[in-house]
Every structure is written in C-alpha cells, then in structure tokens.
C-alpha cells in the first residue's frame, strides 16, 4: 500500500492550494483519513480528518481556511486551502486508517510566502 500526496508547491500570502492523496493498493476498509503537517524546527501537528461517514473536524488554527473532503471510490483525501499564510509553511502528511493500521504519505511541501 502507498499513499501519494501531491499539489504543494509556492504560493502566496493570502493564495490557495488543493492537496490530494490517493491511496494504491489493496488498504482495505478505511475508517478515516487526514492531514498532518510539520513546519521546519516544530512537532508534527494534525491539521484536519473526515470520517467514513462524512464528518469532519479541523484544527482551529485552518477552521473556516482550510476544508477536508474525500472520494471514498478513488480512496483519496483532498485538502482545500485558502487564504494561506506564512506559518502555513510546511511539509503536509496525508494519513488513512484501517482497523489494522495506520498509513502514511511522504509529504508535499507548501511554501507561501509573505
């Protein structure tokens, strides 16, 4: 199983990116998916999931900025994010769960620049 993570890349203060992930492989049934990210020097911190059910929670610091949405048939996690700023800057992980482990992607990065 692996899990592909792309759409980082350079952008500007108060820009938007689109971030997906898709899932290859047999991963089997996943209960949720979501985004980690981790900034230069700083813990990898979560930054939003979605349930098999459609729930979703976000980290305050991207609520009403960012948006978690997902394509259960591709097994792929997107992640929407607007009005970027600078401390957005990071290598953002994309993880899916199954009932009997966890998988990760190799991280994309996001710059945005001030």
């Known amino acids: 199983v692996q899990l592909q993570a792309s759409g980082g890349g350079l952008v500007q203060a108060g820009g938007s990116l689109r971030l997906s992930c898709a899932a290859s492989?047999?991963?089997?049934?996943?209960?949720?998916m979501a985004w980690y990210r981790q900034a230069p020097g700083k813990e990898r911190e979560w930054v939003a999931r979605?349930?098999?059910?459609?729930?979703?929670n976000h980290a305050a610091s991207v609520k009403d900025r960012f948006t978690i949405s997902n394509d259960s048939a591709k097994k792929t996690v997107y992640l929407q994010m607007n009005s970027l700023k600078s401390e957005d800057t990071a290598v953002y992980y994309c993880?899916?769960?199954?009932?009997?482990?966890?998988?990760w992607g190799q991280g994309t990065q996001v710059t945005v620049s001030s």
């Open positions: 993880t899916m769960a199954t009932i009997a482990r966890d998988y």
């Open positions: 492989g047999s991963i089997g049934s996943i209960t949720s």
């Open positions: 979605i349930y098999t059910g459609g729930s979703t």
